[in-house]
């Protein structure tokens, strides 16, 4: 069965420093999302992307983040400089329409 | 705006014992609504779903009926397992738009044999 994976699956930086992060979505799939999970927090929404352009972004999604699918398959989240509360748990998400499937998430960590 | 709102955690029960964890919502327009679940050390896993009111989705013994009267999607399992210890997540998404999933804020469910 077809599924969102994510690379990598624990990443450790220092604060200020750019992140990337990468998802690949099922691959006929036309949504694709990016929500985050702070330790013992709920999930939050923080952007979609769709036809090659972002949908809706939330609140959390400022300056700093950025999203882009630089080819057929890949799907990145990118954050430009780093915080210490940007720590937190990331999961990628894809649908064809409807119910999402979640990628196993990526851990983030900033020290 | 949309919410969430999950009984609050965590939950601690016996094997074989009879689970209900409370969710309702709050949405404008006529939302899906989803259980999510996370074990540990994993990511989130769609468990069941229900698309219109009066709707039941049901999976691995889990149910939940989507009750539009009193805004709730309460999830419910006759007979839980060691192995369904996990955290549980209600979630939403409204069909307008982005479609993006709006989350509770998850409730831990322990087994104990």
């Known amino acids: ?111 | 705006g949309n919410s969430v709102t999950q009984m609050e955690g965590p939950v601690t029960l016996s094997e074989e014992a009879f689970l209900t964890i409370n969710c309702t919502y709050t949405a404008t327009g006529y939302p899906s609504l989803f259980w999510y679940v996370q074990y540990p050390g994993e990511g989130l896993q769609l468990l069941l779903k229900a698309t219109k009111a009066d709707d039941k989705g049901s999976n691995k013994g889990f149910e939940a009926t989507y009750r539009k009267e009193t805004t709730s999607f309460h999830l419910e399992k006759g007979s839980v397992q060691v192995s369904d210890s996990a955290v549980y997540f209600c979630a939403l998404s409204v069909i307008q738009g982005a479609q993006k999933l709006v989350f509770g804020q998850g409730t831990r469910l322990t087994i104990n044999p």
């Open chain 1, 1 to 111: 069965e077809p599924e969102v994976t994510q690379t990598p699956s624990h990443q450790v930086t220092q604060m200020g420093q750019e992140v990337i992060l990468r998802c690949v979505p099922i691959s006929n799939h036309l949504y694709f999302y990016w929500y985050r999970q702070i330790l013992g927090q709920k999930v939050e929404f923080l952007v979609s992307f769709y036809n090659n352009e972002i949908s809706e972004k939330s609140e959390i999604f400022d300056d700093q983040f950025s999203v882009e699918r630089p080819d057929g398959s890949n799907f990145t989240l990118k954050i430009r400089s780093t915080k210490l509360e940007d720590s937190a748990m990331y999961f990628c998400a894809s649908t064809p329409e409807g119910t999402q499937y979640f990628g196993p998430g990526t851990r983030l960590t900033v020290l």
